[in-house]
């Protein structure tokens, strides 16, 4: 049974910082591309950034400089780190693992909230 288990949300003010992590079971977690999706409330879903299994990162334009993505195969966990947060970063955030075959597993979400 695959699992992908999201911690490290919650409220923080303008400027702050937080660090995600992602803790995967049931995969072989070392040849899959990490990702961490968000979601705002009435928005789409969109990716925030990815990891591929030999490291390679890979950024939305809105957060490259303030995030980064990392990953500890010896855990099985992926992180992000999200420093000088600003209120448009509220989301839902969503953790993600792909194959190389495409099979696409997500975690359950964990809530960031960015407000003073």
């Known amino acids: 049974q695959v699992q992908l288990v999201e911690s490290g949300g919650g409220l923080v003010q303008p400027g702050g910082s937080l660090r995600l992590s992602c803790a995967a079971s049931g995969i072989r977690f070392s040849i899959y591309t990490m990702a961490w999706y968000r979601q705002a409330p009435g928005k789409q879903r969109e990716l925030v950034a990815s990891?591929?299994?030999?490291?390679?990162?890979n950024y939305a334009d809105s957060v490259k400089g303030r995030f980064s993505i990392s990953r500890d195969n010896a855990k099985n966990t992926v992180y992000l780190q999200m420093n000088s947060l600003r209120p448009e970063d509220t989301a839902v955030y969503y953790c993600?693992?792909?194959?190389?075959?495409?099979?696409?597993?997500w975690g359950q979400g964990t809530q960031v909230t960015v407000s003073s």
């Open positions: 993600s693992g792909t194959s190389i075959l495409a099979d696409k597993y």
């Open positions: 990891i591929t299994s030999g490291g390679a990162t």
